[in-house]
T-cell receptor, first 112, second 113 residues
């Protein structure tokens, strides 16, 4: 089955700088790659996704890049703010499986 | 606003006992999921359902049963709870499967002693 590796377990960035989280996947059939955010003591909520028909997507300060050849996708949080501090999960799904395969999560800490 | 409500929010169970975790959604979504979250494992899919009265196995179904008596309700049942089932359990719903946004509940922290 699909495996998703999230390369950074923790990330510490200065407020205003960019944070980059990298994920790789194994199944070439995967076509949908969402990102979820989990703030301390809370549940997960969706932040942004990308589908395999594009290689870049931006939503406000969030940019997702997809490199299908390398089976790699990344989340760029630009101009970081304190409220960006959270655990971020990448995930992948293909067209024939149900449910998402999640990475282990990256704890992002934004310091002043 | 989409709403997925889980109960209880936390539970302590004894080894060998029966545990039922409940999930209720008011999103009118067809798909519902149960995930568990463990340190070092991220989230893993236990069971899911895309229609009432039917459930499907996810990636780690052993030791768990699921029940979907209505579109709104989805339960996770541990018939014989074990220490290894100590984890945080999340329920989620989505309108048309997981190529659409998942809406998660607040989670249930289960400790099996």
């Amino acid at each position: 089955g699909e495996k998703v590796e999230q390369h950074e377990s923790t990330l510490s960035v200065r407020e205003g700088d960019s944070a980059v989280i990298n994920c790789t996947y194994t199944d070439t059939a995967s076509s949908y790659f969402p990102w979820y955010k989990q703030e301390a003591g809370k549940s997960l909520h969706f932040v942004i996704d990308i589908r395999s028909n594009v290689d870049r997507k931006q939503s406000q300060r969030l940019i997702v890049l997809l490199d299908k050849k390398a089976k790699r996708f990344s989340l760029h949080i630009t101009a970081t703010q304190p409220e960006d501090s959270a655990i971020y999960f990448c995930a992948a799904r293909n067209n024939y499986a149900q449910g998402l395969t999640f990475g282990l999560g990256t704890r992002v800490s934004v310091f002043p | 606003e989409a709403a997925v409500t889980q109960s209880p929010r936390s539970k302590v169970a004894v080894t060998g006992g029966k545990v039922t975790l409940s999930c209720h959604q008011t999103n009118n979504h067809d798909y519902m999921y149960w995930y568990r979250q463990d340190t070092g494992h991220g989230l893993r899919l236990i069971h899911y359902s895309y229609v009432a009265d039917s459930t499907e196995k996810g990636d780690i179904p052993d030791g768990y049963k699921a029940s979907r008596p209505s579109q709104e309700n989805f339960s996770l049942i541990l018939e014989l709870a074990s220490l290894s089932q100590t984890a945080v359990y999340f329920c989620a719903s989505s309108p048309t499967g997981s190529q659409n946004t998942l809406y998660f509940g607040a989670g249930t922290r289960l400790s099996v002693l």
